[in-house]
């Protein structure tokens, strides 16, 4: 059993953090990051990949260097380049490098990276992709032999399942539907997208109440006013109210960061009695997330 | 030419599953050249779903089910307006664009009675709005009659991405988001049970035309090279 699978399990409060692969070989200094931030203060580390669908070093790559530095990794898995016969060896590759969580996510489309004449592969779904996992744990996967029998695996892996969900979006409904159908389909916890509103976010647990499954919220750190204009402008299903606007545009010129974790810190504060934990995204200030959770008093 | 293999049966009478009566339309347009099921078909599924339980009306032939102010003006009859009035799914043996014409004009539920594998350079006589991609493996009953493949970015098969917004695609706000599309439809007609179905991974192998086809005469008179060889 994965660390985060115990953690959420005993019903603690659980905390992930994210690390981002940088583009190109040099993994130095995100492998430091991890190590001087997140080691010990998180229970398991997100590694994105190929986020936004700008080509970079992958995530499972990346989650093996974590597993030898005695971090726990979660394997991201967008459903974007690979199609089924990659992403269940990707599965197995997981498996046999001692990585057992994994998040499916769709992923972003291809028009909104860096290489936009790429194919978009997209033969599975996020909903598709868990049920792969679970048939492979089960030693079996989505092909048939040459009699139309079901494969049978040499030895079988076992996961902690994760996906995600939107709770903020304008039509929450159809966002709740594909999130029951995730869990139908074998998820074992959900990781949000961000949240900057507690009220809305008590509103959407209240509507999946009903789905046995730990949700760890949605936390990014907003680095200053402009992101989080941007994000309004930009991000699907991401709202940052005004007051959170101005409190960082009246934010020490010198020290916008302080606000920025005092924001992050109350949103977790204001937001732990209602999940199970928080998965916190800094986009490269993991420096900070000490602070964070000082701020958040867990 | 328009190529479309007819569903088999049982796949088609799950379809309809817990839909008490059934209006079975057929395109009187292609059926010729393009076997999108005759009068034969219509009957056979018709006896079908009688032997499944359900009450079914019609058949009746329209000539061109891709277009939609026919279908209209052709159902405005009392005695079909009545029929359609009491439908709680119309089955529809055409191509992907007639069965998605049909559910867009009728505002009812329903279900393809064939698979669309090819649309030979046309995209229905009378092309409209919708848009079939001819993958072969038709689950428009499930969608609101709105094919995800074709209005999905993604192509997507259940449900919408973390992408969509306002009811838009992440990929330009001048496009709609396809699963949002089915949603509201979906929710129009009182079937979100639909939206919450698990739909299996596309079977890619069903896209090409089969060999059988290469070797007709119809294919011939499209594929002239093809002919002479």
Redesign the interface.
Known sequence: MSRLQESLASGRFTVTGEIGPPKGTNVGPVLEEAEHYLKGNVVAVNVTDIQTAVMRLGSLAVCHLLVERGIEPVFQMV??DRN?LALQSDLLNASVLGIENVLA??G??T??GDHKGAM?V???????LLKAMSLLEKGRD?GRDSKGKPNELDGKPRFFKGC???PC???V???I??L??KV??GAQFVQT?AVYDPKVFEAFMRKVEHLKVPILVGIVVLKNAGMAKYMNKFV??VLVPDPLIKELAAAPKDNVASVSVKIAGRLIREMKGMCQGAHLMTLGWDRYVPDILAEAQL | MIRVEAKPVEEVVQAVEGDRRVLILRCGGCPEGADTGGPAAASAASSALWGAGHEVLGPIAIDFLCHKALILSRLAAPELAWQVSRADRVLVFSCGLGVQAVASALMKPVAPAMNTQDLGGLRGRFPGVERCRACGDCLLDRTGGICPIASC???????????????KC???PEKDCG??LI?KRLKELGR?RD??K?N???D?SREDIPDALRRTIWWGLEVPEEASQ
């Open positions: 459903c974007r089924r996510i769709t972003d489309h028009l909104m978009p997209y033969d599975l779904d996020s909903v598709g989505m995600v969900v939107t979006a304008e039509e409904e159809p966002q539907i594909k029951e159908k139908a389909a997208q699907p299903g | 970015s993604k192509s997507l098969v259940n449900g919408t991405c973390g992408g969509t917004n306002k009811g992440e990929v330009s699963w949002f949603y979100l939206y919450r698990y299996k991974p596309r890619h």
